[in-house]
């Protein structure tokens, strides 16, 4: 059975930094692509970042590029999300996401339970 | 990036079709993908490829995509199914993802 869990969030000042971590299991998590997509509060999904199996490819949406960064340690099958100057309107629910194999684009075929992250003073 | 526009909500009898859309200028080159969130719950993935149904999907729901728009078909919606439902795509440069702005299924 795939599972996708993700870390606890927090709460984090404004500026401030924050790593979210997710485990995978049930599956070869190395082949696969994962994502990052995070839910607003008024209820809105935005897709956040991505990575390629090896992390030879990442890409970012455009709110969070040069703050977040995206990894992965296939030997823990573990995916990161670290997020960097963190602002108000980063608060959300971050969910963990399995992609596909292979030349994308993929569905979203498993998503973790979500973890919330709110950036506030 | 551009938008995906669905409509707030949708309110349909038990039994009845549910017909939720998702218009897209881009739509007409590109996939569609549909995911089902419950309340308190994660998103889950209901239909891939515009019309495919990922196993576990029961065969009620039905996508198609033609032009700018694509719709959800559930053909008769049950109360369980009462959820929100977010279409999706990638964007312009096929690198990232889009979703839609979400709909209400209310089934009652």
């Known amino acids: 059975e795939v599972q996708l869990v993700e870390s606890e969030g927090g709460l984090v000042q404004p500026g401030g930094s924050l790593r979210l971590s997710c485990a995978a299991s049930?599956?070869?998590?190395?082949?696969?692509?994962m994502h990052w997509v995070r839910q607003f509060p008024g209820k809105g999904l935005m897709w956040v970042s991505r990575?390629?199996?090896?992390?030879?490819?990442?890409s970012y949406a455009d709110p969070v590029k040069g703050r977040f960064t995206i990894s992965r340690d296939n030997a823990k099958n573990t995916l990161f999300l670290e997020m960097n100057r963190l602002r108000v309107d980063d608060t959300a629910v971050y969910y963990c996401?399995?992609?596909?194999?292979?030349?994308?684009?993929?569905?979203?075929?498993?998503w973790g339970q979500g973890v919330l992250v709110t950036v506030s003073s | 990036s551009y938008d995906l526009t669905q409509p707030p909500s949708v309110s349909v009898s038990p039994g009845q079709p549910a017909r939720i859309t998702c218009s897209g200028d881009?739509?007409?080159?590109?996939?569609v993908y549909w995911y089902q969130q419950r309340s308190g719950q994660a998103p889950i993935l209901v239909i891939f490829?515009?019309?495919k149904r990922p196993s576990g999907t029961p065969e009620r729901f039905s996508g198609s995509s033609s032009g700018t728009m694509a719709t959800l078909t559930i053909s008769g919606a049950q109360v369980e199914d009462e959820a929100d439902y977010y279409c999706?795509?990638?964007?312009?440069?096929?690198?990232?993802?889009?979703f839609g702005t979400g709909t209400t299924l209310t089934v009652l």
């Open positions: 996401v399995r992609g596909g194999i292979g030349v994308a684009p993929h569905p979203f075929d498993h």
């Open positions: 049930g599956f070869t998590f190395r082949d696969y692509w």
């Open positions: 990575t390629n199996g090896d992390v030879s490819s990442t």
């Open positions: 881009a739509l007409p080159t590109k996939y």
């Open positions: 490829e515009d019309s």
């Open positions: 999706s795509t990638t964007g312009s440069t096929g690198d990232q993802y889009v």
